[in-house]
């Protein structure tokens, strides 16, 4: 995907539709707080716990960019930290722009020219983190949620566990499928989609060994505790005290909602969410909303802003 392709898509009706969508449910988010107070408790932010969250937030780009060098160097790829790290954010900056983590994409012909490599090998890399992140995020899920409620998991958060692990599991069920049947396959389908699932199977199969694992899971899950510090600190930052456990579990869920392909990188759904979220675990409504409104200024307006700075005096972009 080319940057001329990436602000059609920007300007296309899907997209405008998806902004649109996210406005209005800022507008339904917002029509039953007290503005006042929300903005009153946000000019009480303390700006030096703030900057922790931002800076937690970049901790966060930089573990993930980690963890894809290592994935990409067992497929036969070497690259330093810096582009690797550039390639990601600029593809999160994509995702804040258009829905459906177009943003992927975007990196994947990022690293098709950094490397020479077929974006089909990079999606196989890419698949490979993404069911990480999802296996990951549905176990940490239920343990918090478990510590949480004391071992009486509400249904709507076994329900969305299950949902998860549903998905996993077709994700990794069609791809094993398709290795299996990949013989019998080929004979049906064009050379060019052959050359391009033998490229995303083959570089799938060699994203993880048994020598980079612990490190690759150990990154994951240095990721979510990034994640969390961010919300921890936009919590202290407004003087509210959550425990681990619960910071984690908004996050997690958070996290879920961002994949919903409604809006780009969740604008709108994840701020409505959080705030119910906080809500649930007996947080004051307009508190609530306030942190919400916060959290969503750490993560997806700095990305951005920031991204779109980076996006023009990338030369890769």
């Not at 602000?7 to 707080?33: H, M």
């Not at 961002?258 to 780009?264: F, G, M, Q, S, Y």
């Not at 809500?279 to 802003?305: D, P, R």
Request: glycine share 4%; charged share 15%.
């Amino acid at each position: 995907m080319t940057a001329l392709q990436i602000w059609k898509k920007f300007f296309s009706v899907k997209t405008l539709l998806s902004f649109g969508f996210a406005f209005f449910i800022f507008y339904l988010f917002l029509s039953n707080v007290d503005i006042k107070d929300v903005l009153l408790i946000l000019s009480k932010v303390n700006i030096k716990l703030l900057i922790s969250a931002f800076a937690f937030y970049y901790v966060l780009i930089l573990i993930t960019a980690l963890r894809w060098k290592i994935i990409l160097k067992n497929t036969g790829i070497n690259c330093r930290i810096v582009p690797v790290t550039e390639i990601v954010f600029l593809g999160q900056f994509v995702n804040t722009l258009m829905p459906a983590r177009i943003g992927d994409f975007y990196r994947a012909h990022l690293a098709k020219k950094e490397y020479n490599i077929s974006r089909s090998a990079v999606f196989g890399t890419l698949f490979i983190e993404k069911v990480l992140d999802f296996s990951s995020l549905i176990l940490l899920l239920f343990a918090s949620a478990f510590i949480i409620f004391e071992g009486k998991v509400s249904n709507a958060v076994l329900n969305v566990i299950i949902l998860g692990s549903i998905f996993i599991f077709s994700a990794l069920m069609l791809f094993l499928i398709v290795k299996s049947l990949r013989k019998k396959i080929v004979k049906l389908i064009p050379k060019k989609i052959v050359y391009m699932i033998k490229n995303f199977e083959k570089s799938a199969s060699s994203s993880i060994n048994l020598k980079s694992l612990p490190l690759i899971l150990l990154l994951t899950l240095g990721s979510w505790t990034a994640a969390s510090a961010v919300f921890y600190f936009v919590l202290l930052s407004l003087q509210v005290s959550f425990g681990f456990f619960q910071v984690l579990f908004v996050v997690l869920l958070a996290n879920l909602l961002i994949a919903l392909p409604l809006t780009p990188s969740g604008i709108g759904i994840v701020e409505a969410g959080v705030a119910g979220i906080l809500i649930l675990l007996n947080i004051e409504k307009n508190v609530a909303v306030s942190i919400a409104l916060l959290n969503g200024i750490v993560n997806y307006w700095n990305q951005l802003i920031v991204g779109f700075f980076a996006y023009i005096f990338s030369k890769r972009s």
